[in-house]
């Protein structure tokens, strides 16, 4: 089983407060996500910019796209993202015509879980051809009271069964790892764990040594 | 019957590419939409620029919000749009965050059709207060040749005998319109049809004529 990368998810609503973080703990992470929330707030020159400053990162341009799938990849792609995302509730022709800009390039789309979705739609991505899927445990969610439990673990199974490459998101924190035991898990993605710890690196190390421990 | 607004959807890669456009055109129309492929590319910037060249008009960030309500639409209102959307695939906590943000500011949220969502959702969405869809024929849809058909009138009556107000898109031409006759609509965006026409300020014109021969 490889082991997992590590993706901070960076959902500042400036560049310039995003890159008080990355400039501090790149070192330790894998993949640079350029947040929805940043994406939004500073368009795609946070994606040009940060592909700019970290080459050798892979940059994600997390904007769950809805529609009009080959502009939108081919924005994020061209401004020096690796992968971007396209939400679940997409049309396939959508899911497709993002992939068909992707695969000439070297990059990937990846199916964002946030909200409803179902496993028809999953076989669908997969006869598409889409290889990761982000499992998200999403932030509203999170602020009513609800847990990572055994429903989300077995939606996870039963996408790593399916062959999906799983990148798990929403609130985690090191001890939340050890959950996933024995998944394949891709990415780990930790956001304000590592932006708002007293001491990032640190808190990027702990997730670093988790990983190692449960998937080395 | 109220007569439904213009609204012109600025779904181009720069914002000085958009205002090339909404210079000619914004007398006729009543919505301003900063398209996500502008705030994409753009971010919040085309937001605050539309909204300060047009201060009388509606100005519709689509941002197509699927988490974190409270932080999205909070950048688009503070940034100057009238109006946003959520996806429809959103958790209802995210449309509700979203609402709360809204209302103290005389702002509104409009929830996105794009892609797979249901009835049970829409009653949902009508618990929580939301008042305007946004009825999709997606452009990946479009491309793959489906037409406006007898299942899309049927969904589009059935959300306005729910009390939805409708704003409708997806590549309407004028000649698209009758098909709604007798329908409440509040919306009718157009796009490439105005953005592209030789003459912009006539498309933008005819779309109100018709508009006014069936529900003036």
Redo the contacts between chains.
């Keep these: 089983m490889a082991v997992p990368l590590l993706q901070i998810a960076l ?1 500042n ?1 400036s560049f310039s407060d995003a890159v008080r973080t990355t400039r501090l703990v790149y070192e330790e992470i894998d993949v640079i996500e350029v947040g ?2 940043l ?8 994606v040009r910019n940060f592909k700019a400053l970290y080459p050798d990162k892979i940059i994600l341009a997390d ?2 796209i ?4 080959n ?2 990849s081919r ?2 792609f061209d401004s020096g993202a690796d992968w971007t995302t396209v ?5 396939i ?2 899911v497709k ?1 993002a992939l068909r800009e992707a695969r000439p390039r070297g990059c990937d789309v990846q199916i ?1 879980l ?4 179902t496993l028809e ?1 999953a076989e669908q991505w997969r006869e598409a051809g889409i290889k990761q899927v982000v499992y ?1 445990r ?4 999170q ?2 009271g609800q847990a990572w439990g055994e429903k989300d673990l077995e939606l996870i199974r039963r996408l790593a069964d399916m062959g999906f490459e799983i990148t798990l998101t929403g609130g985690l924190v090191p001890e939340d790892l050890p959950l996933f035991k024995g998944i394949p898990i891709k990415v780990f993605i930790a956001g304000r764990a590592i932006r708002d710890a007293e001491d990032p690196v640190a808190a990027a190390r702990e997730f670093k040594r988790v990983i190692a421990q449960y998937w080395g």
């Design positions: 959902d609503t929805t929330i994406c939004c707030a500073e368009g795609m020159s946070a904007i769950k809805a529609d009009a799938g502009i939108l924005l994020a939400i679940c509730c997409a049309d022709a959508t015509s964002e946030t909200g409803a979705w739609q998200h999403s932030r509203d969610a602020a009513a």
